[in-house]
């Protein structure tokens, strides 16, 4: 009763995924590492203080963070348990810190968990100037986050993501507080070919048997830098267009030489992270 009436205040959202690390495309390391580690996060291992703590991953849109993210819930059998800690922020005083309270109370019922922050960069923006501009609120709340990451946090793993990882607290990443950054970059040509089998299953299953014909759909896709969003997509509008008949590959071959895929529209963004992962981040 006490989760619900936290969750009904907006502090969380907390539901059991249905993706699967088998319905992400590519991220073959990532999968690889916590495949190795998923005993580890078993009551014994929660026990010993070994489990993982949590991990930071870095991309641009549309590259899989919020899918991936779900699926390792779902890899876990564990709740997830999305926070929003701009839900967290009042005018009036100590209401803030009140609130934190509750979000980590509610955070702590619900363990053994996946913990998600989104674009955390964002949900933490303001902590270098807190002091000034807020009293000191947005730092102390920071503070306090950091605080029950390393020493309360049992049996929640963290799972955040970010495309300004520049502007996180140093301390928010470090080692012992998280397990590892990891760098999401824009599929390769054999993960495109991966994704694009997973969408096509999902939305146009009729299209299936048509995979291994679509060899040059998919080294254009490569070509012209297709994130899984924009292989999405893709799908999508052939169906909408061929609606209620099934797409062929030309429908899908026509929709790719019109889509304007995301790295050109945030081609800058996407090398400022490039080169901020090259030497901080492993290769998921």
Not at 98 to 116: G, Q
Request: proline share 5%; glycine share 8%; charged share 25%.
């Amino acid at each position: 009763a006490k989760a619900e009436f936290f969750a009904s205040r907006g502090l969380a959202k907390i539901c059991v995924p249905q993706e699967s690390l088998e319905d992400v495309g590519g991220c073959y390391h990532f999968k690889k590492w916590l495949r190795a580690r998923k005993e580890v996060f078993s009551e014994a291992g929660i026990k010993l203080g070994i489990m993982p703590k949590g991990i930071l991953f870095v991309g641009p849109f549309g590259v899989g963070k919020s899918l991936l993210s779900r699926a390792i819930a779902n890899e876990l059998g564990w709740r997830y348990l999305e926070w929003d800690t701009g839900n967290l922020m009042d005018m009036y005083v100590g209401n803030t810190e009140h609130a934190t309270d509750d979000l980590l109370e509610l955070s702590e019922l619900h363990a053994p968990c996946v913990v998600r922050l989104d674009e955390v960069s964002h949900q933490l923006s303001g902590h270098e100037s807190s002091g000034v501009t807020d009293s000191g609120v947005m730092s102390r709340m920071v503070g306090k986050l950091l605080t029950f990451m390393e020493e309360r946090a049992k049996g929640l793993f963290f799972v955040m993501s970010t495309n300004e990882p520049w502007k996180l607290p140093p301390a928010f990443i470090r080692s012992g507080r998280i397990d590892g950054v990891w760098r999401l970059s824009l599929p390769k040509e054999d993960e495109l070919e991966e994704i694009l089998r997973l969408q096509i299953n999902k939305f146009a299953p009729s299209l299936v048997d048509s995979c291994d014909k679509m060899n040059d759909l998919v080294s254009y896709m490569q070509e012209q830098k297709f994130s899984g969003a924009d292989v999405r997509q893709m799908v999508v509008e052939a169906m909408q267009t061929s609606f209620p008949k099934p797409p062929k590959v030309k429908d899908l071959e026509t929709i790719a030489r019109e889509i304007v895929p995301a790295y050109k529209t945030q081609s800058e963004l996407v090398k400022k992270i490039e080169g901020w992962a090259e030497h901080r981040a492993r290769k998921a």
